[in-house]
């Protein structure tokens, strides 16, 4: 086989292995994410950028404009797996429709909502960009990052922040919605294995629910 045969062979093999990794669900049981957008834009995303930042104490907290200030050390955080089966239970409570309002958490998980219109393709992936991003705008305050471990002061500007960072959650799936009457409408909503609150991030802009608020004071994680 000649040499250029080779290397047109291997381009091929290549992009076919590139878009059936792409294209397929990362979940065999019904799940709709693809695994590409699960391990490189959501699992990897928060494991090796902000999780791992944080066990080396480099993770930044807040804009640079004045310079930089960091977050204190984690003692441990452990990486996130992606569960199916919270897959299936933020899509059936997502659902196909555009919701305006997010859907109640199950009882000892939380819930993630994001919301944007008027926007072409967008999907959960955009929602977890979004939420670990709130740190580059917002930082903990002092009193969050004050004792033994950095805890959460109710800020709502950093709370997807703050759940994606805890200790405690091991967890995470997502399900998203595309709807197009009266324009373009995305929702993504996100699960958690440990309960806390329901977020929603709406139009660059956030609003609570306080249905199960993370309390001020609450420890997101043990100082190394």
């Not at 950028?49 to 204190?72: A, D, E, H, I, M």
């Not at 324009?183 to 609003?207: D, F, H, M, Q």
Request: charged share 25%.
């Amino acid at each position: 086989m000649n040499t250029i045969l080779q290397v047109i062979l291997v381009a091929i093999l290549h992009l076919t292995l590139c878009q059936d990794y792409e294209e397929v669900p990362y979940c065999k049981n019904g799940g709709k994410a693809l695994m590409e957008d699960v391990i490189s834009h959501t699992i990897d995303s928060i494991n090796k950028n902000v999780r791992y930042r944080l066990q080396k104490g480099t993770q930044l907290n807040g804009p640079t404009t004045s310079g930089p200030k960091f977050l204190p050390k984690a003692k441990k955080l452990d990486d996130l797996k992606w569960s199916c089966d919270l897959e299936l239970e933020a899509m059936k409570l997502l659902g196909d429709n555009c919701l305006e309002t997010p859907p109640a958490a199950p009882v000892g998980k939380t819930g993630l909502f994001f919301k944007f219109d008027n926007e072409e393709d967008l999907s959960y992936v955009t929602a977890i960009s979004a939420w670990l991003e709130e740190i580059d705008n917002a930082p903990l305050s002092d009193a969050a990052t004050a004792g033994a471990a950095v805890t959460y002061q109710g800020d709502a500007k950093t709370a997807n922040f703050a759940n994606l960072i805890r200790e405690d959650i091991t967890e995470i799936a997502c399900a998203q919605a595309h709807c197009k009457q009266g324009g373009e409408k995305y929702r993504a909503y996100c699960l958690l294995n440990k309960p806390s609150t329901v977020y929603s991030w709406i139009e660059l802009g956030i609003t609570t629910d306080a249905s199960r608020p993370l309390n001020k004071g609450d420890v997101l994680y043990q100082k190394a």
